[in-house]
Nanobody, 124 residues
Framework: QVQLVESGGGLVQAGDSLRLSCAAS????????MGWFRQAPGKEREFVAA????????YYPDSVKGRFTISRDNAKNTVYLQMNSLKPEDTAVYYC?????????????????WGQGTQVTVSS
């Protein structure tokens, strides 16, 4: 079992930056690919970023590529999402997730453990 707790969300203005953190506990964190997803009101959950177990590979959708950066510190059992040049359309609840597979999964069903989410609101 893996427990995930996100933090770092908040209210920012368009163009600002924000860094989300996800602290993991339980089973060996460094074994798992990790991902970030987001869900806006009335919309489906959307893939935002993924990182493999070692941090050597990352994957992003076009909607955030070049603006968001996922990273991890296995010594601290923590994964991060650095979000720059934020836009109002980035407003959503952001979820951290852990997968028991390999690589950089981009589909929600590939992830086995989820955090409770943290709200990010970007005002125009």
């Amino acid at each position: 079992q893996v427990q995930l707790v996100e933090s770092g969300g908040g209210l920012v203005q368009a163009g600002d930056s924000l860094r989300l953190s996800c602290a993991a506990s339980g089973r060996t964190f460094s074994n798992y690919p990790m991902g970030w997803f987001r869900q806006a009101p009335g919309k489906e959950r959307e893939f935002v970023a993924a990182i493999n177990w070692s941090g050597s590979a990352t994957y992003y959708p076009d909607s955030v590529k070049g603006r968001f950066t996922i990273s991890r510190d296995n010594a601290k059992n923590t994964v991060y999402l650095q979000m720059n040049s934020l836009k109002p359309e980035d407003t959503a609840v952001y979820y951290c997730a852990a997968a028991t597979g390999w690589g950089t999964p981009s589909e929600a069903p590939e992830y086995d453990y989820w955090g409770q989410g943290t709200q990010v609101t970007v005002s125009s």
